[in-house]
C-alpha cells in the first residue's frame, strides 16, 4: 500500500465504521419496534371494562447501548404496558426476545444461537434476530437451524459417551441445576459434575437429567464416568449438603473427602434468621470460612452459636450439622481455598443459563434443554481461568499433608 492509499485508507476506515454502525443501529432498531408491534397486533382482542385495549405501547425504554463487533449501538426499546393477569393474578409482561433486559453486548454465533433457542425464538426468526445482533444471518433458514440444533443434540450425545481413560480429577464440584420448559409441565433438574484437572484446568465432566436430591440418580452418573475411565478418585468434592450426590459419593469414591458449599450453607443459615438479624448473621458466617486457621473458624462457630441458640436454634443446627464438612478445605493449599469452599465455578457458570429460561420461554424438551445447555457451557469453559497454585496439585495428589492451608514439614 503506497503513502496515498495508507492516508485513504486511515480517513475512510472511521467513516466506514460509522457507517456499518448506524445500520446496524437502524436494524436493530426497526427490529424491536416490529417486534413490539406484532406482539400488540397478536393480542389487540383483550380489552377492559371500559371497552380500552389491555395490551398498547408506552413510549420507549431510556436508551441502551449494545457492544457489538461495530462498537456501541444505541437503541431505544419500545416499552409495552400490558394490563392482562396470568392464572396466578399476577401481571404479565412483556419481554423482549431479540433484546433481553440483561444482554449488553453481542456473542459469538456458536453461543448466541444457543442462547436465542433456550430464549424461546423460533426457527424461523434466527435470520432477523442474529442480523439485528451484528451477525450475518444468511444461510440460516429454519431447516438449517433445525439441522444445528440436530448436530448440537448429536454433539451432546457424543460428551456424554467419551471416554475418560487416563483423566484424573483433583477437585470434582457438583450441583442439581433446574431449568424450565416449555413441553413438560415439571422442572428437570440438570446434574452437573466439574473438576480440575492434574495441571489446573477446570473441565465440565458430565451433564446428565435426574433428580437433585436423589442419591440413585447421582450414583448413576458417577458409576457412568467411573465405567469410563474415571478410576482415580478425587481428593476433594464441594457441593450443597441436600444433594443426594454425597450418599453416592461414598459408595463411588470413598476415599474423596467432602466439602459443603458455603453459598449454600450461608442462604440456608440465613433464611432461618429473622431479616432484622441477617445482615449481622452473614457478617459471621463469613467470619468463619474466612478465618486463616481451622482453630480461629472453630472459634467463629462457637460465637456464632452462642449469639443465636436461645432464640434461633433452628439457624444454629443447620450451620452446626456440617461442621467438619465445612471446613475440609483447611486440609488443603491455602492457595486453592477461594476455589474449594464453594460450588461457584458451577454456579457462576449456570446463572446465566437459568436467566434464559425464565418461564414457558425456556427450551422446548429436555433433550433440546440438555443439548443448549451443554453448548453454552461448552463456550463458557474456554474462558475458566486455572487454579491458583496449580503448582501445588502434585503434592495434593501424592498425599502430603497440608494443615491450615501450608504443607507441614517432613
Not at 474423596?256 to 448473621?281: A, M, Y
Request: proline share 4%.
Amino acid at each position: 500500500m503506497n503513502s496515498n492509499a495508507f492516508q485513504l485508507h486511515l480517513a475512510t476506515a472511521p467513516v466506514l465504521d460509522d457507517i456499518l454502525r448506524d445500520g446496524a443501529r437502524r436494524a436493530l432498531q426497526t427490529a424491536v419496534e416490529r417486534e413490539v408491534d406484532d406482539y400488540i397486533q397478536r393480542h389487540c382482542q383483550y380489552v377492559g371494562a371500559d371497552g380500552h385495549r389491555l395490551v398498547v405501547r408506552n413510549g420507549h425504554h431510556p436508551a441502551r447501548k449494545i457492544q457489538s463487533g461495530n462498537g456501541p449501538i444505541e437503541v431505544h426499546q419500545p416499552r409495552v404496558n400490558d394490563q392482562r393477569l396470568d392464572e396466578q393474578g399476577n401481571r404479565i409482561r412483556f419481554t423482549s426476545k431479540i433484546l433481553p433486559p440483561y444482554l449488553r453486548k453481542t456473542k459469538a454465533i456458536e453461543e448466541l444461537a444457543p442462547w436465542l433457542y433456550l430464549k424461546g425464538i423460533s426457527t424461523s426468526d434466527f435470520p432477523e434476530a442474529l442480523g439485528c445482533l451484528g451477525h450475518d444471518g444468511s444461510g440460516l433458514s429454519p431447516t438449517n437451524i433445525v439441522r444445528m440444533k440436530d448436530l448440537w443434540q448429536g454433539e451432546y450425545e457424543n460428551f456424554s459417551r467419551r471416554s475418560l481413560e487416563g483423566k484424573r480429577y483433583v477437585y470434582l464440584w457438583a450441583d442439581g441445576i433446574y431449568f424450565n420448559i416449555r413441553l413438560t409441565d415439571d422442572r428437570p433438574c440438570v446434574l452437573v459434575l466439574m473438576g480440575a484437572t492434574e495441571d489446573g484446568t477446570k473441565e465440565l465432566i458430565a451433564m446428565v437429567d435426574g433428580q437433585r436430591e436423589s442419591a440413585q440418580s447421582w450414583f448413576e452418573l458417577l458409576l457412568d464416568v467411573k465405567s469410563r475411565g474415571l478410576v482415580d478418585a478425587p481428593m476433594l468434592a464441594t457441593g450443597d449438603g441436600a444433594l443426594g450426590f454425597w450418599k453416592a459419593l461414598r459408595q463411588v469414591y470413598p476415599s474423596t473427602k467432602h466439602q459443603r458449599c458455603w453459598v449454600h450453607k450461608t442462604v440456608n443459615v440465613l433464611d432461618k434468621l429473622p431479616r432484622g438479624q441477617q445482615v449481622s448473621g452473614k457478617k459471621m458466617l463469613h467470619e468463619i470460612w474466612m478465618a486463616a486457621t481451622k482453630n480461629d473458624a472453630l472459634k467463629a462457630f462457637d460465637k456464632f452459636a452462642a449469639t443465636y441458640q436461645a432464640k434461633y436454634p433452628k439457624a444454629v443446627e443447620c450451620l452446626l450439622k456440617d461442621k467438619e464438612e465445612l471446613l475440609a478445605f483447611y486440609d488443603f493449599p491455602a492457595e486453592h481455598w477461594q476455589h474449594l469452599r464453594t460450588s461457584n465455578p458451577i454456579e457462576s457458570t449456570f446463572a446465566t443459563v437459568r436467566l434464559r429460561t425464565y418461564k414457558t420461554k425456556g427450551a422446548g424438551s429436555r433433550m433440546a434443554c440438555l443439548a443448549m445447555a451443554f453448548k453454552l457451557v461448552e463456550s463458557a469453559q474456554t474462558h475458566w481461568r486455572k487454579l491458583n497454585g496449580c503448582v501445588l496439585l502434585p503434592e495434593v495428589i501424592a498425599g502430603v499433608i497440608f494443615k491450615d492451608g501450608t504443607k507441614l514439614a517432613a
